[in-house]
C-alpha cells in the first residue's frame, strides 16, 4: 500500500538561493517607501511557485501552497471575516513568537470568500491537486478574544459556521483537499469537549472534500471522544513531540486515514528514512483497515529554509521505503 505524503501548513518564505524574489524584504522595502504593493504580489507569486516546485520535485503526494501571504495562521483569515478586528500583539502558544490576536467585536459573518483567490493563484502553478490550508475553529476562537458572544459555545459554533462557508468556497473553486490546523485540541481537557464540539460540527457537514484534522504539539486525548465521530476524512497526530498520540490510533473509526507526524518541524536535526519507514511499519502492525499519510509534525516555516527543504525530502524518501517494504 503506497503511503501518501503532505506537508502541515505554511512553508519557509526566504529562498534558497541568493538573488531569488524575497518576500519579507520586498515587505521590509515597501514599510520604507521603496517598493509597492505590485512588487509584493509579484514575490509572493514567485515564492509560492517555488514552494509548489519543490514539493512536486521531491515527490509530495499532496502540496500544500505554503500560505506565503499569511503572517501567522489565523489572522489572515480573520481579517476576512466580518466582525473581527485585529488587535496587538501576543505570544503564540509558550513558543518565542507572537500573533496579532484577532478580537471578535461583532456578530461574525462570511460575507466573502477570504483564501480561494489565493488558492486558484497556486492551483494554477501546480501539476497535483492541492491541498486548502485553513485554521481550525476551535484553535481560531482560543487565539482571539471574544468581545461579543453570550457564551463560549455560541462563539464557536460562529466561527466554525464561517469556516464551513468558507471551505464550500474552497471546494466550488476545485480544492479536493481541505486542512484544518488545530493546535488547541490538544491543549482541551474533557470539560471543553461541548465547546470543541460547537466549534468543529459545523465543518464536515455535506463536505465533497476530503478532510484534514490537524493536531500538532501534543494528543487530542482528552476530547477525542468528541470529535471521534465526526466525518473528518483524515486525522493527523504528532507523534514527535505527543508520543502519547500513540494511544488514539487503536480508536480511530474504522476506514479512516491517519496522518503520522514523523518528521520534526521544531528540529533541524533530520530524520533517517528508514527508521521513519519502521515507525509507519508500527502504525500499520496496530490498524489494517486504515490508510496512512505521512507528513511533518507541525508547520515547517519557523525552520532555515534549507533544513525545511531537506526535511521534504526526508519526507519523501521514508514513505517511499515504508510502502515499497510493507511498513
Known sequence: MKIETTLSGSFPKLP????????RVVRNRMDQGKATDRDLVEATRETTRRIIALQESAGVDIPVDGQVAWDDE???FARGVQGFEIAGLIRYLDSNTYYRQPEIAGPLSWTRP?????????????????????????????FSKDRHYRSPEEAARAIGEVLARE???LEEAGAAWIHFEEPWLGRAGASDASLVRAALEPLFRGRKAKTVLHVPFRAPAAVFD?????TWSVLGLDLVEAPDAWSLISKVPERRTVALGLIDARNTRLEDPSDVAKAVGRARTMRS???????PTASLEYLPVDRAAMKV???TEAARLASGNGG
Open 313 to 315: 525530502s526526508r519526507l
Open 167 to 169: 471551505a464550500k468556497a
Open 289 to 295: 483497515d486504515l490508510a496512512w499519510q505521512l507528513c
Open 226 to 230: 468528541a470529535v471521534r465521530d465526526l
Open 16 to 23: 534558497l538561493e541568493p538573488g531569488a524574489p524575497n518576500v
Open 114 to 142: 477570504v483564501t480561494v483567490e489565493d488558492f486558484r493563484t497556486a492551483q494554477g502553478m501546480a501539476h497535483r491537486p492541492l491541498k486548502a490550508v485553513l485554521p481550525g475553529p476551535y484553535s481560531l476562537y482560543r
Open 74 to 76: 489565523q489572522t489572515y
